[in-house]
């Protein structure tokens, strides 16, 4: 969604850097790319107005003309006003003392209010909770139907006494809910509620009754961050009407520009505590003011991919991975040990997703978009077309043995023969690594130059000439004399014996991934 405001700043960015001094034009000129993204983003005026009047006082001041590096100093007074702008400190939920804790949903019809009560279920019951949906959009056709199917996917109970389309008091129901969680010893009641295409004074009337009736701890508004300012405009409707504690924000992973992400904080007053960023049950998580604002400036979002790490992997058997693969050349690390941990980062969410909350990704984009998901299921589908015995020592897989798994698994020969090697050099990568140290990586710097190069330099060697004039055979003596030593040295502290002409690139294993 912030692609295109996350380029737009980078490139503003990009002009500071190399610069010792930033003059007063240097920051006026800034600042007018600034805004013109913001403004290009569809973010209200004021909060525009408002974020640049802060980043030129600051930008202005000594904290910029003092700084070592101007440019990253204004970066970081970017990056801080952004959070500010977001909300400032990650919102959590409050709970009631006493159980259930009763959170009501409104919002406009479409927002994604129903599919959001899954998820947010979902995510509660990840937290140890016990989640009940109530069903209370009794006009919209079939929205008991599919709050209940919503709930069955997300594995939470639902509470649906009323068939809804135009039937049944979603006041009462509301008030009932809460007796019935007490009684079935649920510690939350999702209330969702009805929406409108528009602010009416019925859906404000109904809303507001319901929220009488039930009392709820968390009143929290679905806003589609899709429809931009509008979405601000209705956020004030509701807090001058209803009243709301906090905002989710729905259908975050669209193509549009995220003006309501960056304004409807800062505008109501209500910061954001949680956001949907696709499709799945699972795409919905507590929004983090910075970790959003290093996303739009490019600098990633280490600190979510850990969580979902941990979230996904197993401690013990991450130990018990470490230990296979710093045994004796990795080889107690087999096929099947190989599918369990693809298994895990699929279950991690997107390939694309994930690699974008790497820093530096955005330079990469259109790669990342382009990443094949169905690479990781056609892996899978060789691998388990593969005997037990093959899994465990895919040497003995020959020409036969080949074709038989590629017609297992519905590819070509060449492919079986493509993933066992790259198995094999995955395994020796991550052995090395495992055994602190990867000195037979190809193409990356401080990690040793691999056999290729190796064979390379020795030719190299093979070919150089001693010179006839004593003097400079002498000359060419020392100068050997002084790269061996310096060699040695830089060995001593676990660096290659000579890494000029080293250049990054990608090993074969991601490669694949990027085609």
Not at 180 to 202: F, S, W
Not at 212 to 227: G, H, K, N, T
Not at 277 to 296: C, K, T, V, W, Y
Not at 423 to 433: D, G, L, W
């Amino acid at each position: 969604m912030f692609d295109t405001l996350s380029d737009r700043l980078s490139a503003t960015f990009k002009s500071l850097r190399g610069k010792g001094r930033l003059s007063e034009a240097d920051i006026d000129a800034t600042a007018r790319e600034i805004r013109i993204a913001l403004l290009e983003a569809d973010v209200a005026l004021p909060v525009v107005r408002a974020f640049i009047k802060q980043v030129k006082e600051r930008a202005g001041g000594a904290e910029v003309s003092q700084a070592l590096n101007p440019a990253q100093q204004v970066i970081k007074i970017v990056n801080e006003e952004l959070i500010g702008i977001l909300g400032g400190e990650t919102r959590r939920l409050r709970f009631a003392k006493q159980p259930p804790t009763v959170i009501m949903l409104a919002g406009l019809q479409g927002s994604g209010k129903t599919t959001l009560a899954g998820k947010l279920g979902r995510w509660l019951k990840s937290q140890g909770h016990t989640p009940l949906l109530v069903a209370c959009d009794l006009q919209r056709p079939n929205a008991v139907n599919q709050l209940t199917v919503v709930a069955e996917r997300a594995e939470v109970g639902v509470y649906a006494p009323e068939p809804g389309n135009g039937v049944g008091d979603p006041v009462k129901v509301a008030k009932d809910s809460v007796e019935h969680a007490r009684a079935k010893q649920y510690d939350i009641v999702i209330v969702d509620t009805a929406g409108r295409l528009g602010i009416d004074q019925e859906l404000m009337q109904q809303a507001a009754d319901i929220r009488d009736a039930v009392s709820p701890d968390e009143i929290l508004f679905v806003v589609d961050a899709m429809i931009g300012q509008d979405a601000v405009n209705t956020a004030e409707a509701f807090r001058d009407g209803v009243g709301f504690d906090g905002v989710v924000l729905s259908k975050l992973d669209g193509d549009a520009r995220g003006g309501a992400a960056l304004s409807v904080a800062h505008v109501t007053g209500r910061q954001i505590m949680f956001a949907s960023n696709g499709e799945q049950l699972d795409d919905f998580d507590a929004f983090h003011p910075d970790r959003m604002a290093s996303r739009i400036l490019g600098m990633g979002d280490v600190l979510t991919l850990i969580e979902k790490a941990e979230q996904t992997f197993s401690r013990q058997e991450a130990e018990k991975m470490a230990a296979k693969l710093a045994s004796a050349k990795g080889k107690d690390f087999t096929l099947d040990d190989f599918l369990a941990q693809m298994e895990q980062v699929r279950k991690m969410g997107s390939i694309s997703k994930l690699l974008g909350m790497l820093p530096g990704m955005a330079q990469v984009r259109d790669q990342i978009q382009n990443v094949d998901e169905r690479e990781v299921d056609r892996t899978a589908a060789i691998i388990k077309s593969m005997t037990p015995v093959e899994r465990q020592d895919p040497t003995i897989i020959n020409g036969s043995r080949r074709a038989r798994i590629a017609r297992g698994s519905g590819v070509e020969v060449g492919a079986v023969k493509n993933l066992v090697e790259r198995f094999f050099e995955a395994r020796k990568m991550m052995s090395k690594m495992a055994q602190g140290g990867m000195p037979g990586m190809p193409g990356l710097p401080g990690m040793g130059g691999g056999p290729g190069r190796q064979r390379k330099k020795q030719k190299q060697a093979k070919g150089k000439q001693r010179s006839g004039n004593p003097m400079k055979r002498k000359q060419q003596e020392q100068e050997a004399a002084a790269r061996r030593e310096a060699a040695a040295q830089g060995q001593a502290l676990g660096l290659p014996g000579d890494q000029d002409d080293q250049q990054f690139e990608l090993p074969d294993e991601f490669k694949k991934f990027m085609g």
